[in-house]
């Protein structure tokens, strides 16, 4: 199907209706591809944000999504519970690297579907409780919930067992494409650590990109290392917690985690799974108590940090913002993160460029450099929301309405000059766009969700 272009300033009406036939669009049946060619499978965060658009206008399809995603779950073994980062739910030779190149094909034991060996951020638990906030039908909703919410606790488990096998309270990313910011500049000092490889290997992204607006090569021939690193120990989660080149903790997925974990937790106590709840509660209080550690106080904001060197990564990147909405600000730090936010956002024309533009490693064009990616911002607004930075959160809110109605569904934008970006009729684009016009049009405030 080919979708209308978006070249002028578009109203509501016409943003909605395009919204809906980009979901529509990338449905491959029962799982959304992010955009057609580029991305041809199921990505595990994607459809987390990519079920609330759906929810807007059709419930079941969006409960769908998560059943799409737990069908490539790991079923047994030393990683059982492990939700990976892409389930190849059918082949395509469009994407490098894909289900032949894992060394994860199904073996109906471990697992039923092709997936990868690695994760991405936890969004989940928190998607689900803003749907039941979104008038969610009581019998679809029954019938959908309890065995997503047992799917996810599995998955938690996994993270903290697999990913913080020594209960520090920070779990670890083992590969940079885990934390979904793939090429960020926070992972350069890590990454120059992994070797490259010296296998040959055809990327496939640049037939779809200009090289320009993707990683590097140097950047895929480490990461195509990492992934076949983790083959070479037989997905071993104790050899890859003590031996992968690549050990980093990531303020992204911590945030994101974190509170995850806190609506798991809820979503735990209405259904009665009482040692779950528990559970996700006592890891959420290991990691408050150890957030201090990912300070930086050199630029006034939370930092990944490379677990194997224990060295902050002093790259200035929006992952920092994530800890509103991760409920992990400390108050002492709160309004010193605010001044640097509010910083940030008086250097570029639109909100909220990805990593800094004062900073030398500032690309507007590339990826993760620079450009902004819509759901992070609203993940960014509603934390601020939350916390009752509500002039901030509107800021970011605004920027964003203004991304959206002069440039479409893109995969990000450039901070300077607001233009779409990467893939076009991008579905997690379009889901956030019918997320934040639900919620003016029912005229709720990100608020007033009750989600943890
Ligand atoms: C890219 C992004 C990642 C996303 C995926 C599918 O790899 O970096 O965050 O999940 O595309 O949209």
Redesign the pocket.
């Known amino acids: 199907m080919n979708l209308p272009a978006v070249s002028k300033e578009h109203s509501a009406e016409e943003l909605t209706a395009l919204a809906k036939q980009t979901l529509v669009a990338n449905d491959r049946g029962g799982y959304t591809v992010?955009?057609a060619g580029?991305?041809p499978f199921q990505?595990?965060?994607?459809a987390g944000v990519t079920a609330l658009g759906w929810m807007t206008f059709d419930q079941q399809r969006a409960w769908d999504e998560f059943h799409s995603l737990l069908r490539g779950q790991w079923q047994s073994g030393a990683q059982e519970g492990l939700i990976p980062?892409i389930i190849f739910h059918q082949n395509a030779d469009s994407y490098f690297p894909g289900p032949d190149q894992w060394g994860c094909e199904a073996d109906g034991s471990v697992r039923n579907i092709p997936t990868t060996s690695i994760c991405?951020p936890p969004l989940h638990a928190t998607m689900i409780r803003a749907m039941l906030d979104m008038g969610a039908d009581p019998a679809i909703t029954e019938k959908n919930l309890k065995p997503i919410v047992q799917g996810l606790v599995k998955h938690h488990r996994w993270w903290y067992r697999c990913r913080d096998p020594f209960d520090t309270g920070l779990v670890f990313s083992s590969h940079p494409?885990e934390?979904?910011?793939?090429?960020s500049p926070a992972w350069d000092a890590p990454l120059a650590n992994v070797p490259r490889t010296t296998r040959a290997y055809t990327r496939k992204d640049l037939g779809h990109v200009d090289s320009s607006m993707r990683p590097t090569q140097e950047f895929y021939d480490r990461v195509v290392y990492l992934m076949d690193f983790n083959r070479s120990v037989a997905f071993d989660p104790i050899r890859i917690a003590k031996e992968s080149p690549y050990r980093v903790n990531d303020i992204c997925i911590i945030s994101i985690l974190n509170r995850a974990s806190h609506s798991l937790a809820g979503l735990c106590d209405q259904l009665g799974l009482m040692d779950a709840a528990i559970f996700l509660r006592a890891r959420c209080a290991m990691t408050a108590a150890a957030i201090s550690q990912l300070w930086s106080e050199k630029l006034g904001q939370y930092v990944s940090r490379n677990a194997i060197t224990g060295e902050l990564l002093q790259a200035p990147t929006h992952a920092g913002f994530l800890t509103w909405y991760g409920r992990l600000v400390e108050p002492s730090r709160d309004a010193q993160q605010q001044a640097t936010l509010l910083a940030w956002l008086s250097e570029t024309p639109y909100a909220l460029p990805s990593t800094r533009s004062s900073y030398p490693g500032f690309e507007p064009a590339r990826?993760?450099r620079g450009p902004i990616?819509q759901h992070l911002t609203t993940l960014i607004a509603e934390g601020l929301d939350r916390c009752g930075h509500t002039e901030l959160g509107k800021r970011l809110h605004q920027s964003t309405a203004a991304l959206f109605a002069k440039s479409g569904f893109y995969?990000y934008y450039h901070p300077l000059t607001g233009a779409g970006l990467g893939?076009g009729s991008?579905?997690?684009t379009a889901a956030t766009y019918l997320f934040w016009n639900y919620l003016h049009d029912h005229q709720l405030h990100l608020q007033d969700l009750r989600a943890a």
Not at 179 to 183: E, R, T, V, Y
């Open positions: 992010p955009t580029l991305y990505w595990n965060w994607d980062h991405q494409w934390s979904g910011m793939d090429n990826y993760w990616w995969e893939g991008f579905s997690w």
